[in-house]
């Protein structure tokens, strides 16, 4: 039997009835968090009716971290409970205690087809976590080469900084995403004010990529 099967039929149980839906875990998450978290519409869907509260109180319900339900399926990548949050008028970019908003988590962790969808409905792109991070330093960190894409095409800034002043091709640097890296190049990111030299990324990359020095020259132009 599929989990789902069984997160409805403990849902539906006579004794569950009872329970107190608003009452917090110790992570501060009501079961409207976790079962959106756990990416189940049918269940999201049957909790809103078993919940003596409003709709807008649900879905605008903050654990301990400040994440919403819609902070939930977004990190987890579930498309449809997101589109089932938005229809139920879940705030786009509202932000967590650390500023992260649900395209931040998205992004985090390179959740393409969320992505997509946020943006689609208008989420701030630009948005910034107390590291001052956008999505598209998220998505690069990541190392997915669909998510990057995505929030360039929708207009990503290719050189916008973190608290740090390092920009989305920093990160590609470090984290040693040759494409990504080449991506980001050819998207017009300006190295220069980025700070990157042939140096550095020498020292950041393990033998085997030091072998694409040569390449990388051709490619960054100044080197």
């Known amino acids: 039997m599929s989990s789902d099967v069984y997160q409805l039929a403990a849902i539906s149980h006579p004794d569950f009835a009872g329970a107190n839906l608003l009452m917090p875990d110790g992570e501060g998450r009501i079961a409207f968090h976790m079962a959106a978290a756990g990416g189940q519409v049918a269940a999201v869907k049957l909790l809103r009716n078993m919940t003596h509260t409003t709709l807008a109180t649900l879905v605008s319900a903050r654990d301990g971290d400040g994440h919403t339900p ?7 990548g579930h498309l449809k409970v997101v589109r089932q949050l938005l229809r139920w008028k ?63 095409q929708a207009g990503a800034q290719v050189d916008s900084k973190n608290n740090e002043g390092k920009q989305p091709l920093h990160v590609a640097t470090g984290e040693g995403h040759d494409a990504i ?14 700070g990157v030299s042939q140096k550095q990324k020498t020292l950041a990359r393990s033998p085997e990529d030091v072998k694409l020095s040569g390449l990388k020259a051709e490619i960054h132009g100044e080197f």
């Open 70 to 76: 819609l902070h939930a399926a977004a990190e987890r």
């Open 90 to 152: 879940a705030k786009l970019d509202d932000q967590s205690h650390r500023k992260s908003s649900p395209l931040h988590m998205a992004a985090r962790h390179g959740h393409g087809p969320v992505l997509s969808f946020l943006l689609e409905n208008s989420a701030d792109i630009k948005s910034q976590d107390e590291t001052g991070a956008q999505p598209l330093h998220l998505a690069v960190r990541s190392g997915s080469m669909r998510a990057v894409q995505i929030l360039l």
């Open 181 to 194: 890296e080449t991506l980001l190049l050819n998207a017009r990111s300006d190295i220069r004010a980025a």
